[in-house]
């Protein structure tokens, strides 16, 4: 019903930027929160930022200052921009649409991309 593809991913360079885009697709009414996630080697899923519908961001510590969550310019889209990169911001990052609502369905559903790698390294 609802698919999330992830764009931009790649390998950059300790200090570099990269770009990462997300496109929902499917049957969507409304979305409430598009957002990324990351889960380095060995490591937990931790959030990474997350955008309401109201413009409303968030960000994890460690990534506030360096990365910025905006919409797309195609709806239900959103982008992360990421500067300053480290070692350490290596993973894969997940797209999530957050209380999704579907044309003539009831409820609220929350979906995840299948990932993209981001590898900071020389």
């Known amino acids: 019903q609802v698919q999330l593809v992830e764009f931009g991913g790649g390998l950059v360079q300790p200090g570099g930027s990269l770009r990462l885009s997300c496109a929902a697709s499917?049957?969507?009414?409304?979305?409430?929160?598009m957002g990324w996630y990351r889960q380095a080697p060995g490591k937990e899923r931790e959030l990474v930022a997350s955008?309401?519908?109201?413009?409303?961001?968030i960000y994890a510590d460690s990534m506030e200052g360096r990365f910025t969550i905006s919409r797309g310019k195609v709806e239900n889209t959103v982008d992360l921009q990421m500067h300053s990169l480290t070692s350490e911001d290596t993973g894969v990052y997940y797209c999530t649409a957050d209380r999704v609502t579907l044309w003539g369905m009831g409820g609220e559903f929350d979906y995840w991309g299948q990932g993209t790698q981001v590898t900071v390294s020389s």
């Open positions: 499917g049957n969507i009414f409304s979305i409430h929160a």
């Open positions: 955008l309401t519908s109201g413009g409303t961001s």
